[in-house]
């Protein structure tokens, strides 16, 4: 039965019960008062909402799993950025660099010498090289006594291990005790300035495409 049918039900008890003498016998006057309390019971719950009808409305509007799972979990919930994607955190993954532009990709050819290095620098700086170009302060070069003018070679420090690719563009060293001579610029990268002569290995490389092995 409904709480409607419940109350019309007892109310029309009531009605029938009030209609009676007011000399009726004490127990039943006493079951007059129990169903018109029952009745004034059964009218307040009939305006509150069953269980049923909440879980029906929570079922209506439930709750994303995922934001369910932070609050079980004790987190705070992902925010939303205002295109309304959910804002990505900051990922504590290190990941390599790509190499820096204009960075050449080479391959060795041909046979690798060791000796000794030194730079060349100050009065020079300025003058035409044997390729035609002129020596200065920023450009990566070297001098070789006998490998190809304007071709590259990968030099490495033994000292320190730093290596740096530089375009062969003039004739040297003039001291026959030493392989290789290296502009201002090359000399930083090797960071070899300090000590003037350091020992290196000169190998001849070619540049390939990046894709290359």
């Known amino acids: 039965m409904s709480s409607r049918g419940s109350i019309a039900f007892f109310l029309a008890m009531l009605a029938f019960f009030g209609s009676a003498r007011a000399d009726q016998p004490p127990a039943r006057r006493a079951a007059v008062k129990a169903i018109v309390h029952t009745a004034a019971v059964t009218r307040r719950i009939a305006h509150v909402p069953s269980v049923a009808t909440v879980a029906h409305v929570a079922a209506k509007a439930p709750v994303p799993a995922k934001l369910a799972h932070a609050a079980v979990a004790g987190h705070a919930a992902p925010t939303k950025h205002p295109t309304g994607k959910l804002a990505e955190k900051p990922s504590n993954e290190r990941h390599d660099k790509a190499a820096a532009p204009g960075a050449l990709c080479v391959r060795a050819i ?3 010498e060791t000796g000794t290095a030194a730079w ?33 070679a990968r ?6 291990g730093r290596s740096v690719i530089v375009r062969v563009t003039d004739r040297g ?39 290359s092995k």
Request: aromatic share 2%; charged share 15%.
């Open 110 to 112: 041909g046979r690798a």
């Open 120 to 152: 060349y620098g100050g009065t020079y700086i300025g003058r035409r090289t044997s390729s035609g170009s002129t020596l200065d302060t920023t450009h990566l070069t070297a001098a070789h006594r006998t490998l190809p003018l304007n071709s590259l």
């Open 155 to 160: 030099v490495t420090n033994l000292g320190n």
């Open 173 to 211: 060293p003039i001291s026959t005790t030493l392989l290789i001579d290296m502009s201002p610029r090359a000399a930083d990268e090797l960071q070899m300035k300090h000590a003037g002569l350091v020992p290196v290995r000169v190998e001849p490389v070619v540049e390939v495409a990046a894709t």
